[in-house]
Every structure is written in C-alpha cells, then in structure tokens.
C-alpha cells in the first residue's frame, strides 16, 4: 500500500523550529521528487520547497527561503522539512507529496501523485 505519512508537527513560538518528516511506504522516495506543501482554511494548497530524485535540485519559495531545508534519509525512506525562524504566517497544515518524474521538481499541487494527510504546525507567542 502506497503511503505517505507526515510528523512532527506542533505549536511553537515565533522564531523556534519545527522539524517535520514524511515516511513513506510500498515506494521508494528517491525515486520520485518531492514536494512540501501548506494550506490554510480559505487559501489554495501552495507548494513551498521541493527537491528532485536526485536531491541535487531544491526549489524554495521565496517566503521560507533561507529558513526552511528540506532532506532526505533514503534509509529511513524519509523526507525532512527543517522549519527555522517560524513566524506566524507559517501557521498552516503542512503536506507532503511525491510525483514520479525523470528529474528536477514544481511547487505545482497537480503533477504529485501521493500526498500525505497532512500535521498542523501553530506558530504563535
């Protein structure tokens, strides 16, 4: 069974860290790009960092630019997304999403294939 499960999701206060993970089973994550994506009620799902299968691409947005990492432990078969200096506008539900493709990777929600159900991360004081 194909799945995508996200952690590490939580409340914080503005300027801490959050790491979340994104496990994945019945696939191998290093062969699919992946993507991390957030949503809050009444806005689009937007894509905010995605890295390619071959983890030599990495595309962020430009609002977590320089704050949020992404990783990934091909042991594990988990991808990492590194929250640094969280403000409150990155309060929002966090996915991740993985699309098969030869390589490179979009911040565009229709080209992924799994998602993952989603973890809250709260930033507030």
């Known amino acids: 069974q194909v799945q995508l499960v996200e952690s590490g999701g939580g409340s914080v206060q503005p300027g801490g860290s959050l790491r979340l993970s994104c496990a994945a089973s019945?696939?191998?994550?290093?062969?699919?790009?992946i993507g991390w994506f957030r949503q809050v009620p009444g806005k689009e799902r937007e894509g905010i960092l995605c890295m390619s299968k071959s983890a030599r691409v990495t595309m962020p947005r430009a609002s977590v630019k320089d704050r949020f990492t992404i990783s990934r432990d091909n042991a594990k078969n988990t991808v990492y997304l590194q929250m640094n200096s969280l403000k409150p506008e990155d309060t929002a539900v966090y996915y991740c999403a993985a699309h098969q493709t030869a390589d490179g990777c979009t911040l565009l929600r229709d080209p992924y294939d799994y998602w993952g159900q989603g973890t809250q991360v709260t930033v507030s004081s």
């Open positions: 019945g696939f191998t994550l290093d062969s699919y790009s």
